[in-house]
Structures are given as structure tokens and as C-alpha cells.
């Protein structure tokens, strides 16, 4: 298979690093000058639990019909047009087709921290993510930018090593030989093509086969066999079956304009590739999930039955969690925001992933009062992690931004591959995989994509 042209741009592109194509060429992605400072301890935590998260979405999927989707009906109410198709698409494929559940899963997860300083401090997690999750690559890049700095100026930092592009790697080359394909599904015109190419060129370096394909092109330009749910692409005329299929896009509404979208997402659900995500893990993600685990006996269901081993890794999980409430008892969520004491703020949040989505401080008192009764289930209510502060320079296209006070949000990458029966087919023990973003003090949100962070690497102190 030849090489794209975009991937070929980037390793032939001098600094090699972070670029995305704008309108006049490539623009360096948003990052800082140095590393941010994260307690060694802090970065040990965060690390222990990135697989509980993972074996979380196998149990979430293996109780689908017992816990996922009870838990997950009223929001899908609130929110027919997302939550509500990709339960109906998770319902429709057990029910119409086992083999299809029973396929392993890919689950490249990121759960992201921020550093609280609250009377419990330590990471407390924002959320973790299922789907999509970005920027491992060039976070990889930026933090050997950093030790090369850090060596050429004897400054003196440990700067945590960063893996995620190795693992992320052989997550996917794991899941698809010599003679399939993987597809990775973007977004048409997708800005963070270089994030993306670094797994491509990587992947193709393995000898795998890897394509680039929007949903309506797989709608349109795939076959599924309807005896053996093998799906297979056209590549140099000849057909090739789609073995693994790695998700860049699908998890906002707007991936889905048309109901050819819809036709190729359930396409990739039905047929025998390994998804990274399935329709199942996706939803383990939503926020609703993520506040329905923070009930004990909630969680103690989910492990029920489960072994030893397992119930004891998430122990403790539970310390690097802030509270998050639902809304049903709407009264008394309105009276605690309106009598919350001046240094406890919230954060309210949709069923949505992207950023650009959640409420903050002041404004959430407002948005609740405004949400109609059948929205409320949509949303959940987060307390506000009130991190750490240092300083730091954040340079966007070449030129300093901003110089001064910045807190950081780090996200750590853990990657399995479980099997119907939960073996892992992954081993990648010891390598680790992180992204940190680092932004300006008085900034509430948090996406690189987005506008509001930039990309960093650690500095265990
Ligand atoms: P998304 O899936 O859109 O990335 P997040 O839950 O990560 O949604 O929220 C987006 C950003 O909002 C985060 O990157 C973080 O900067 C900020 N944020 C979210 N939850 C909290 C919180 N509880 N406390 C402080 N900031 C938060
Ligand atoms: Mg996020
Ligand atoms: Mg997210």
C-alpha cells in the first residue's frame, strides 16, 4: 500500500511535529515553551487507574442489558437525537446480531485529571474518554521537543517519558494482520491530520494496511457480506476485509447529518472487525455513566460476580473522584447550587464529547432554571476541581500567547483489547502514555481543537 501524501509530508517535514493544515499550509499546533510541573506521586495515581477504566467499559458492555442501558433510558429521552440512536443501534445489534456483540473490543481510553488543591487533593478526574480520544502522537513528539531542551540547556528535568504513540500503535496493530485493513474513521476535513498520520505512517511501518474513510463513504463504498458480516473495502482493485475500525469521528450528532452516516456506522457495528470503540463502550462514555459510578452500590453491581483481582484494581477509585449529581431531584439540586459557598463552584454538563459543551460558575445557576423538565435527564452536575497553578508560556503559531499563571489537565492512555470472555490480547505493562494540557488562569474550558489549551508534556517534581 502507498503511503498517503499527508503522511508523507510529515516525515518529511523538518521539525517533524505537530502540524495541522490551515488555509496558507501548516500550522504548528498550540503548545508551551516547557513543561508543566505534576507531583510524582500525583502522576502514580492517575496511572494506576487508567486500566479500571477499561475493564469498567468490558463490564459495562457484558451487563448491557441489566445495568448500561437502565442506567442510560431517561437520558436517551432527553436526548433522543444521540444518546437515544446509539442505544437503539446497541439495542438492534443484540438483538439481531449476537456474533456482532460477541466481537472483541479495542478500547484505547484516555481518563484526564486535574490537579486539585481542594482540603483532598490529588488528580480528580474530569472525565475519562471511550472514544476519539486525541493527541496522543503529537504529545508524544512534543515531550521528546522538551527533553531535547531540557538536555541542550541543562535544565535539569525529569520529564515523564511518553509512550501513548506506542501504545495506541500496537492497540491497533494487535487487531488487524498482515492481510486485512484498518479503518480509521475521520471527519471530512479534519484540521488534526497530523495527530492521525503519525498513526498511519506508524501502523504502515508494521506492515498493516490502514485507510482513511468518512461514515457515508463506508455506507457507500464497502460491502458487507450478509452471511459472514465480513466487511471489505476496494484497495487496488481488490478486496480486502476491514479488521479493525478505529473511531477519529462518530461521537458528536454533527458526524451524523445524513442517514447515510447512521447506515455506515451500523455497517462497522454489524460486521466482524474489531471497533475501537463499539457502539457499547461508546456509551460506557457518556457523562451520565461516569456519574452513575460515583454511586457505590451502582459500582458494586457493575463488578458483581466479577474477579477478585478485578474488584481489587479499582479500589480506591473512588478517592480521585469529585461528587456529580443527576438532576431529578431538581428542587434541592437548585437550592445547593444557590446556597453553595462562595469557593464551591460547578460544572454542568451534556451528553457530549469535543468540549465547548459544559456550563460553568456563574452561569450554571441560569441554565438550570432554563432547562425544560424532559432536559434535565440530558445533564449532570459536576463540583469544579480547582487545580493547581505555576507558571508557564504558551506559544500558538511561533509566537508567545500568554506568559504567566496556567494550571494543567493531564490525560493517560490505557489500552486493551478484551475478548467476550475479558482477555486482554494487549500487553503493554510498563509503557506509558499521556497527554497534558496546559492553559491560561480564568479559562474554563479545556480542548486543544477547541482553542482553549495547549499541548505540554510532564515534569515529575
Ligand atoms: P469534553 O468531553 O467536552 O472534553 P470535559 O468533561 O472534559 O468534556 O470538559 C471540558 C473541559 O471543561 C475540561 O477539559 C476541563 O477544562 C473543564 N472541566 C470539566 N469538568 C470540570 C470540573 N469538574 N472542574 C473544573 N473544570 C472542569
Ligand atoms: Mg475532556
Ligand atoms: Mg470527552
Known amino acids: 500500500m502507498s503511503t498517503p501524501l499527508h503522511v508523507l509530508t510529515l516525515q518529511s517535514a523538518t521539525t517533524g511535529v505537530l502540524t495541522s493544515p490551515t488555509p496558507d499550509g501548516y500550522a504548528l499546533a498550540p503548545q508551551t515553551l516547557t513543561p508543566c510541573p505534576i507531583s510524582a506521586e500525583h502522576m502514580q495515581l492517575a496511572l494506576k487507574h487508567s486500566k479500571t477504566y477499561n475493564r469498567m467499559m468490558y463490564l459495562a458492555k457484558k ?30 445489534i443484540l438483538s439481531n ?72 500503535v500496537g492497540g491497533l496493530s494487535a487487531c488487524c494482520s498482515l492481510d486485512g485493513v484498518i479503518v480509521m474513521v475521520v471527519q471530512p476535513g479534519e484540521r488534526n491530520l497530523f495527530d492521525q498520520g ?49 473511531f477519529r469521528a462518530g461521537y458528536d450528532p454533527s458526524d451524523y447529518k445524513s442517514s447515510d452516516d447512521w447506515e455506515g456506522r451500523k455497517k462497522l457495528e454489524l460486521c466482524t472487525a474489531i471497533k475501537c470503540p463499539d457502539v457499547f463502550g461508546q456509551l460506557f462514555g457518556a457523562k451520565k455513566i461516569q456519574q452513575i459510578l460515583t454511586i457505590k452500590e451502582e459500582r458494586e453491581k457493575l463488578y458483581e460476580g466479577e474477579e477478585e483481582e478485578y474488584k481489587a484494581q479499582q479500589e480506591g477509585v473512588e478517592d480521585t473522584w469529585v461528587k456529580m449529581w443527576d438532576l431529578k431531584d431538581f428542587d434541592s439540586i437548585v437550592k445547593m447550587v444557590q446556597s453553595a459557598e462562595e469557593n ?31 432536559e434535565r435527564d440530558g445533564w449532570v452536575l459536576m463540583e469544579t476541581i480547582v487545580a493547581e497553578k505555576f507558571n508557564n508560556t504558551l506559544v500558538k503559531e511561533g509566537k508567545v500567547a500568554y506568559a504567566g499563571v496556567c494550571s494543567a489537565e493531564i490525560g493517560i492512555f490505557g489500552v486493551t483489547c478484551f475478548d467476550s470472555e475479558g482477555s486482554d490480547r494487549i500487553d503493554d505493562e510498563g509503557k506509558q502514555g499521556y497527554i497534558c494540557r496546559c492553559k491560561r488562569e480564568g479559562v474554563d474550558e479545556g480542548g486543544v481543537a477547541a482553542g482553549f489549551a495547549f499541548l505540554s508534556s510532564i515534569q515529575l517534581v
Open 63 to 92: 451487563k448491557f442489558s441489566t445495568w448500561l442501558k437502565p442506567h442510560l433510558m431517561a437520558t436517551s429521552t432527553s436526548d433522543p437525537e444521540f444518546t437515544g440512536k446509539l442505544l437503539s443501534l446497541a439495542d438492534f
Open 97 to 168: 446480531s449476537p456474533s456482532s456483540y460477541e466481537t472483541p473490543v479495542l478500547c484505547v481510553m484516555r481518563s484526564d485529571y486535574m490537579l486539585d488543591t481542594s482540603s483532598n487533593p490529588g488528580p480528580k478526574l474530569v472525565e475519562y474518554n471511550t472514544i476519539a480520544s486525541s493527541f496522543g502522537c503529537l504529545s508524544t513528539k512534543l515531550a521528546k521537543v522538551h527533553e531535547t531542551l531540557n538536555k541542550t540547556f541543562s535544565l535539569n528535568q525529569n520529564i515523564a517519558s511518553n509512550n501513548a504513540t506506542d501504545k495506541i
Open 344 to 374: 464551591t463552584s460547578f460544572v454542568l454538563k451534556p451528553q457530549r464529547e469535543g468540549g465547548g459543551n459544559n456550563v460553568y460558575g456563574d452561569d450554571v445557576l441560569g441554565h438550570l432554571k432554563a432547562l425544560k423538565e424532559e
Open 198 to 246: 503519525v498513526i498511519e505512517l506508524e501502523v504502515i511501518k508494521r506492515g498493516r494496511k490502514i485507510v482513511r474513510m468518512s461514515l457515508d463513504q463506508i455506507c457507500n463504498d464497502s460491502a458487507l457480506d450478509a452471511a459472514s458480516n465480513v466487511l471489505t473495502i476496494k484497495i487496488n482493485g481488490a478486496d480486502v476485509p476491514v479488521e479493525c475500525v478505529y
